[in-house]
């Protein structure tokens, strides 16, 4: 998976604070971790909780990892793209979604040699990954996290995190398969995939 606009319309210009997110992984924490799988690479040490640490808060006693990114501008959609996600998508922190993933992503050196229309060409033209995402909506729903945009080096490239009501699991299962086929995902060579529950 590769990035989509993120859901809460913020940019490069927009500051760094509001933008800037940190997963940690914790013995007691928001979200109940239920599940990690590997899909391709290394495992992330096993937690029992996640939480989102604000970006002025202390680092949680209990961490046992974060993973940090901000969210940033739009880089593959055209305008026409963007319109029917903006019309379909929901926001994050909906009270009956209790169901929840983080996603961290690592593509690989050959997709960063690409140029910018190459990328774009094998992420929707090829790939679909837009058309994939809004089968989707308003079901699920998402904000993506660019880690190269930070100034310390990040293990992964992207952190995804979804939020979903339990009954819409099997959308979100199809939306994860149907991307994973594509040609674009050749390219990832670390994907960790967090399945995630908090109280109503």
Same mark, same amino acid.
């Given at each position: 998976?590769?990035?989509?606009?993120?859901?809460?319309?913020?940019?490069?210009?927009?500051?760094?604070?509001?933008?800037?997110?940190? $997963? &940690?992984?914790? *013995?007691?924490?928001?979200?109940?971790? /239920?599940?990690?799988?590997?899909?391709?690479?290394?495992?992330?040490?096993?937690? &029992?909780?996640?939480?989102?640490?604000? #970006?002025?808060? @202390?680092?949680?006693?209990?961490?046992? %990892?974060? /993973?940090?990114?901000?969210?940033?501008?739009?880089?593959?959609?055209?305008?026409?793209?963007?319109?029917?996600?903006?019309?379909?998508?929901?926001?994050?922190?909906? #009270?009956?979604?209790?169901?929840?993933?983080?996603? @961290?992503?690592?593509?690989?050196?050959?997709? %960063?040699?690409?140029?910018?229309?190459?990328?774009?060409?094998? $992420?929707?033209? *090829?790939?679909?990954?837009?058309?994939?995402?809004?089968? &989707?909506?308003?079901?699920? &729903?998402?904000?993506?996290?660019?880690?190269?945009?930070? @100034?310390? @080096?990040?293990? $992964?490239?992207?952190?995804?995190?979804?939020?979903?009501?339990?009954?819409?699991?099997?959308? $979100? *299962?199809? /939306?994860?398969? *149907?991307?994973?086929?594509?040609?674009? %995902?050749?390219?990832?060579? %670390?994907?960790?995939?967090?399945?995630?529950?908090?109280?109503?």
């Amino acid at each position: 998976m590769s990035p989509l606009p993120s859901l809460d319309g913020t940019h490069a210009g927009a500051s760094l604070s509001a933008r800037y997110f940190r $997963f &940690a992984g914790v *013995d007691r924490g928001d979200w109940q971790v /239920l599940d990690q799988r590997v899909i391709v690479g290394e495992a992330l040490a096993d937690v &029992a909780a996640l939480t989102v640490v604000p #970006p002025t808060s @202390p680092t949680p006693d209990s961490m046992h %990892w974060m /993973l940090s990114g901000v969210t940033s501008n739009e880089r593959y959609v055209e305008r026409e793209e963007k319109a029917a996600l903006v019309n379909r998508q929901e926001p994050l922190g909906r #009270p009956g979604a209790t169901c929840a993933a983080l996603i @961290p992503i690592r593509k690989n050196a050959t997709w %960063w040699a690409l140029t910018q229309d190459e990328r774009r060409r094998i $992420f929707e033209a *090829d790939s679909r990954h837009i058309a994939i995402g809004l089968q &989707a909506l308003p079901a699920i &729903a998402r904000r993506l996290h660019h880690c190269r945009d930070l @100034p310390t @080096p990040e293990p $992964f490239d992207f952190l995804t995190w979804f939020e979903y009501a339990p009954q819409n699991e099997p959308i $979100f *299962d199809k /939306l994860l398969r *149907d991307l994973r086929s594509t040609h674009e %995902w050749s390219y990832v060579d %670390w994907e960790v995939e967090l399945r995630l529950m908090r109280e109503a």
